[in-house]
T-cell receptor
Framework: DAGVIQSPRHEVTEMGQEVTLRCKPI?????LFWYRQTMMRGLELLIY????????DSGMPEDRFSAKMPNASFSTLKIQPSEPRDSAVYFC???????????FGSGTRLTVV | AQTVTQSQPEMSVQEAETVTLSCTYD???????LFWYKQPPSRQMILVIR??????QNATENRFSVNFQKAAKSFSLKISDSQLGDAAMYFC??????????FGEGTQLTVNP
């Protein structure tokens, strides 16, 4: 198994632009999580899905952020419009809802200038 | 809300020596899971070890073992025979059925040759 695949690995964009981060979870996993990591706030859970349905999006910072999971093998996290304070590493992780502990992707480092 | 606290921002150890990283947590739940994740400079989040709260026996994975003190809400990680490749940021994390992974602030471990 190739693990959780995230793309792109790095993204540099200008303030105001739309950014889309992508994630392919491990086949067979039924839960998917988006985390954000910053020096100031550490690792924060943004949103998670179970069987492609959003369960809790209370961690999503504001309306500029949206996440979708159209099928079991793909999810996106979109920021529109992006701001410099959105600069962070964004992780996707997948797991089995009946189990505990997840497998993380390699993350996307987002820089908004 | 559950919280996870790692009181040691940085630790160092000599190669081949033993080091213990501390973690405490706060919860009112009786059934939960605890984890240690490792994040090397590559930024990949790697699951090191996990402990089920209902199990009294401390988990062990090769050179990594935990000291789980449920009453004290303490969950420390011991790394024996430290290797240069163990150098990384280590995160303690908590999870229960009602909430997903909550991470501590992290401990940066340096291994000196």
């Amino acid at each position: 198994d190739a693990g959780v695949i995230q793309s792109p690995r790095h993204e540099v964009t200008e303030m105001g632009q739309e950014v889309t981060l992508r994630c392919k979870p491990i086949s067979g996993h039924n839960s998917l999580f988006w985390y954000r990591q910053t020096m100031m706030r550490g690792l924060e859970l943004l949103i998670y899905f179970n069987n492609n349905v959003p369960i809790d999006d209370s961690g999503m910072p504001e309306d500029r952020f949206s996440a979708k999971m159209p099928n079991a093998s793909f999810s996106t996290l979109k920021i529109q419009p992006s701001e410099p304070r959105d600069s962070a590493v964004y992780f996707c992780a997948s797991g089995d809802w009946e189990d505990y502990g997840y497998t993380f992707g390699s993350g996307t480092r987002l820089t908004v200038v | 809300a559950q919280t996870v606290t790692q009181s040691q921002p940085e630790m160092s150890v000599q190669e081949a020596e033993t080091v213990t990283l501390s973690c405490t947590y706060d919860t009112s739940e009786s059934d939960y899971y605890l984890f240690w994740y490792k994040q090397p400079p590559s930024r990949q989040m790697i699951l090191v070890i996990r402990q089920e709260a209902y199990k009294q026996q401390n988990a062990t994975e090769n050179r990594f073992s935990v000291n789980f003190q449920k009453a004290a809400k303490s969950f420390s990680l011991k790394i024996s025979d430290s290797q240069l490749g163990d150098a990384a940021m280590y995160f303690c994390a908590y999870e229960t059925s009602g909430s997903r992974l909550t991470f501590g602030e992290g401990t940066q471990l340096t291994v000196n040759p």
